[in-house]
């Protein structure tokens, strides 16, 4: 099953897509979605329509992504949720169903540990999915991979749930 994940951001915005099975996590792409426009409205234009090509291209049948965090300065708050809105929009408008995960639970999946940093997601990611530690280049995609990782060990455990 092909799903997309997306780590939000108004001036980056990380995607991967996963082949997730009953137990494995297959990577098929990742990459960044980088606005060009200065204003915030054309940018988060952009991070729509780039954000629906991904979708039109690879076909997922569910979205993930990463929760607002709880920012020091409430207007950077207020944009990435504006980011994750129109992701959000992109996926509900293919008619996926859209699957939202704190980054504790995210850095939980992918290293067992809620509060690791940013190496050890890196390494976690490309070590689960059988990459080499320095091809991902993007720390967003990276981090984007990481929300596909743990939406797969979500299903499982959901799937064995009563």
Do not use: W
Not at 101 to 126: L, R
């Amino acid at each position: 099953m092909i799903i997309c994940a997306f780590d939000p951001g108004t001036h980056c915005t990380g995607y991967g897509v996963l082949d997730i099975g009953h137990n494995s996590v297959k990577h098929i792409a990742h990459g960044t979605i980088r606005p060009r426009a200065e204003g915030l409205s054309e940018r988060l234009k952009e991070i729509h329509l780039c954000v629906k090509s991904v979708l039109e291209e690879y076909k997922p049948v569910e979205a993930a992504i990463e929760t607002s965090f709880y920012a020091v300065n409430a207007q950077t708050a207020l944009k990435l949720g504006q980011a994750r809105g129109v992701i959000i929009l992109a996926a509900t408008l293919m008619d996926l169903p859209v699957f939202e995960y704190t980054p504790t639970e995210i850095k939980k999946a992918t290293c067992g540990y809620g509060h690791a940093g940013k190496d050890q997601i890196n390494d976690m990611v490309a070590m689960l999915l059988g990459l080499k530690k320095k091809s991902i280049t993007s720390k967003d995609a990276t981090d984007a991979l990481a929300v596909g990782i743990c939406h797969g060990a979500s299903r499982r455990i959901r799937r064995f749930a009563p």
